[in-house]
Every structure is written in structure tokens, then in C-alpha cells.
């Protein structure tokens, strides 16, 4: 099984959408055997765009903090599996997937439009 988080250094990026990587673990016998960095960078706020860089790489579950309604549609529609509302560091959530202890929280953002001026 493959598990796409996307990240900011060892943390679950909050905002998929804006995530210029993904680490993707792969689990064999509930234990990570591998985990890998793919950027993201070219594809930023393209959702389809992302979703088949997922598809391309053998993702079955997307863990994610926040998302918004076109990234989630677009996600669900190739199959995923998402789980959102996760925070903290990318390994100990994917503990908790393991031990199912993770559940999706419902978490669907609406930022389009919206501009940080900082």
C-alpha cells in the first residue's frame, strides 16, 4: 500500500493545494519500507494535475490537513482513499493510520479567491 502526504519538511503541509511536495511511503506488513520526496511544484493548484501525479506513482491513500472541494472531487474521483483534518509530523500520523487511530475529520477548505499579503 502506498500513502501520499503532502509535506513542508517533516510536517503535513495544512493546504494541499499549495504543497510543492509529497512524501509517499510505501507499507509492507504495517511498516513504512520506503518513503520518497516527489515535487509538486509544476503543478500547484492544477487538482487533476495532481491527482494523476498520484495515480502515476501508485498511490492508494491521501493523507492530507486541509483541501479544498475541487482537490477533494478530483482526488475521490480517481479512487483514493482521503483522509483529512491530519497535523503534525508525516511518520507519527502515519502511525496512527496504522493503528487506526486516524479518521477523516471532514476538513474542506475555501480559500480560493483569497490572497496572504505578507
Do not use: W
Not at 13 to 24: A, D, M, T, V, Y
Not at 40 to 66: C, M, P, R, T, W
Request: contains cysteine.
Amino acid at each position: 500500500m502506498k500513502i501520499a502526504i503532502p509535506n513542508n519538511e517533516n510536517m503535513i503541509n495544512q493546504h494541499f493545494g499549495k504543497s510543492k511536495s509529497f512524501i509517499i511511503t510505501t507499507l509492507e506488513d504495517d511498516k513504512i519500507v520506503n518513503a520518497e520526496k516527489i515535487s509538486s511544484v509544476e503543478l500547484l493548484h492544477q487538482h487533476q494535475g495532481l491527482a494523476d501525479l498520484l495515480v502515476k506513482n501508485g498511490v492508494d491513500v491521501v493523507i492530507v490537513g486541509g483541501i479544498g472541494a475541487g482537490a477533494l472531487t478530483a482526488l475521490r474521483q480517481k479512487g483514493f482513499k482521503v483522509i483529512r483534518g491530519a497535523s503534525g509530523i508525516y511518520t507519527e500520523v502515519i502511525k496512527e493510520y496504522i493503528n487506526g487511530n486516524l479518521e477523516d475529520k471532514n476538513v474542506v477548505c475555501n480559500h480560493h479567491g483569497e490572497h496572504s499579503h505578507q
